[in-house]
């Protein structure tokens, strides 16, 4: 099958994902500083979801792959978000 | 068809592998050895828990100190709670009967991934000791119950450490397992085998694969917080430091109520198996059963603040999670429904595990109805902290899965071990357990209603008449399990050849001889046919 290729990714591509990587944790830590409320969350879990979206793509291969892996990752992280979401129902009617 | 063939292949339990003795079977990667394996490990510490839940009943015979002071008792209720629902209820009938079975069910000589497979028993084996050093480790056994909760579990003196990381390592078991599976039944089904030409049981399994895959890391991951909090004073749940107690509550019921669905979809598929086999008739309904598996799965993800009605959520929080609840037990009784209709106009074949599969029913409807009182937001308020949630629990933990576990147990032990039990003692066993179990947990629910509370040593001279019954349930229910584990040993000896399909089942594992051989099918079978096909 052609998604069993080997894909040579320049060593270019990944320096420039983990210095992304680091500087989305320094926002993501920087970012508490200023008090924004229930934002707060908010920001941290957008940022968590795009630093973890640049992990599984590029360094976990997703980018190439079947697409049927990309659609087990999105509905597993849809199950996730309903739980997070029902948890916040909690949290912000508290 | 292949008369001379049965001959030549040796069956699993006589094939000499590269090693000799034990090693043959802790170094076996044959699924069926290592179906074995767990049974031998799950049934030991099944009858630990039962000892220990045994002695906290006779704690309980009267009021006052009988023969525990209060902190052995919260010890002994602890390890209870940690080696019964993590080393029994979970692996139950997934590693032992989703081991021996799926790969046969489906028509594959094995899992997808053997080696792994070992690897998650030695993993259980890992976790169970560690439970184990922690009772004898450092300040005194964990007293927390098993559900850890904090603050408590970073403030007690207990040895919470070794127990914490124990449940840790079960839970990677589990996820391993659950894996194994899934990827076995994508890529390993007998050709033909279509999705809908699957048996139940391992669809059941099936979910339960993906509820372990899903669920089991927010458990893992909840136990290091805790870790952390212990070792490191962080403050993800010590208010003091700016953390939030309920915060635990919510993750750690994120798995743990999923792993109800991991204890009790097996046990459902098994019954299935059961109630199909000994009514010779199609099972009813076929594609609502897999659906309503798969519903209860998904559906049982978003539940787990039914456990924290009491802990001060939002009222938002606490309607939604008391709809959700009820939702759930619309497929459940689609289940119960389906068996019935099942049975209707079948020609049923009253044997052991067909009384079994109805002693099933009975107690999972009893701890269905009980659970729903649970579910509404006001009574729960009543009784949460009192006997009926322990009475609750019990039907449909121990009643569920306990009762499928022995039913699966005496429907495979011909294929498993090659041998046919004594049925007058078998069901002897099963009509102790069964009165043995409504006498103990019964009485609970009036004691929980009368307002008894849980998780103490001690009670108010109102509540000793219901403790007295109870206590002799106890006696009943032990003695009975005695009999079916000493009648099922016995047998091993005693017992008569069993035929390769000695009850008229129609799936898979029956067409091959009993015990099966080392690769289960000398050619993999093609299928054509649905997996319950009866005139
Ligand atoms: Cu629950």
Redesign the pocket.
Same mark, same amino acid.
């Given at each position: 099958m052609e998604n069993e290729k080997n894909h040579i990714i320049p060593y270019r591509n990944f320096l420039l994902v983990l210095t992304g990587l680091i500087c989305l944790t320094l926002i993501s830590v920087s970012v508490t500083q200023i008090s924004l409320g229930t934002l707060t969350v908010a920001i941290a879990l957008l940022i968590a979801v795009i630093k973890s979206s640049l992990v599984l793509r590029v360094f976990m291969h997703l980018k190439f792959e079947n697409k049927i892996f990309s659609f087990a990752v999105i509905a597993v992280f849809l199950i996730i978000s309903l739980v997070i979401f029902i948890t916040l129902l909690d949290y912000l009617y508290r | 068809m292949s008369n001379q063939k049965d001959i030549v292949e040796p069956s699993y339990l006589e094939y000499k592998g590269k090693y000799k003795g034990i090693f043959s079977w802790i170094l076996s990667t044959d699924h069926k050895r290592i179906a074995l394996l767990y049974l031998f490990s799950i049934l030991s510490f099944f009858v630990i828990g039962a000892t220990l839940g045994l002695l906290m009943k006779f704690e309980l015979i009267a009021p006052g100190k009988t023969i525990m002071d209060a902190q052995t008792y919260n010890a002994f209720f602890t390890l209870h709670g940690i080696v019964m629902i993590f080393a029994v209820v979970i692996p139950g009938l997934p590693a032992v009967f989703g081991n021996f079975l799926l790969p046969i069910m489906i028509g594959a000589k094995d899992v997808a991934f053997p080696k792994l497979n070992l690897f998650s028993w030695y993993l259980y084996v890992a976790g169970v000791s560690l439970v184990i050093v922690s009772q004898f480790a450092g300040d005194g056994p964990p007293d927390t119950g098993w559900t850890f909760y904090a603050p408590y579990s970073f403030r007690t003196a207990g040895t919470m450490l070794p127990a914490v990381f124990g449940a840790f390592v079960l839970g990677f078991s589990s996820i391993l397992t659950g894996l194994n599976f899934l990827v076995t039944m994508h890529r390993m089904r007998a050709p033909g085998m279509t999705w809908l030409k699957m048996p139940l049981f391992p669809w059941t399994l099936y979910a339960t694969g993906w509820v372990q895959l899903l669920a089991t890391p927010v458990i893992g991951i909840t136990l290091l917080m805790i870790v952390a909090e212990r070792t490191l004073h962080i403050g993800f749940f010590d208010p003091s430091l700016g953390g939030d107690p309920l915060l635990y509550q919510h993750l750690f /019921?994120t798995y743990s #109520?999923p792993a *109800?669905y991991i204890m009790i979809l097996p046990a459902m598929g098994a019954i299935s198996e059961i109630i199909t086999t000994f009514s010779h008739k199609t099972i009813f309904g076929y594609k609502f059963m897999v659906a309503s598996v798969l519903a209860i799965a998904f559906v049982g993800y978003f *539940? /787990?603040g #039914? #456990?924290m009605f009491t802990s001060g959520m939002s009222g938002t929080a606490l309607y939604t999670f008391s709809l959700l609840t009820f939702l759930v037990a619309v497929p459940s009784s689609i289940k119960v429904f389906n068996w019935i209709s099942t049975m209707h106009q079948g020609s049923i074949d009253l044997q052991t595990p067909f009384y079994w599969a109805m002693a099933f029913i009975f107690v999972f409807m009893i701890g269905g109805f009980s659970g729903l009182v649970l579910g509404s937001l006001a009574a729960n308020v009543h009784l949460h902290n009192t006997h009926y949630v322990v009475a609750h629990f019990h039907f449909i933990v121990f009643g569920g899965t306990g009762f499928a576990f022995f039913g699966a147990m005496h429907y495979w032990y011909p294929k498993i071990t090659g041998k046919m039990y004594d049925t007058k003692w078998a069901n002897i066993g099963l009509v102790l357990f069964f009165v043995g179990f409504i006498t103990l947990y019964g009485p609970m629910f009036y004691l929980g209603f009368k307002g008894m509370p849980r998780r103490y040593f001690d009670y108010d001279e109102v509540f000793h008449a219901g403790n007295i019954i109870s206590t002799m349930g106890s006696w009943i229910l032990y003695s009975g399990l005695a009999i079916i584990i000493i009648n099922l040993f016995a047998s091993l000896k005693g017992g008569a050849k069993a035929p390769a399909d000695p009850w008229g089942g129609k799936t898979l594992e029956w067409t091959i001889p009993s015990p099966p051989p080392v690769e289960n099918f000398d050619e993999i079978p093609l299928i054509t046919k649905g997996p319950y096909d009866y005139k």
């Open positions: - | /019921w #109520h *109800v *539940v /787990w #039914h #456990h």
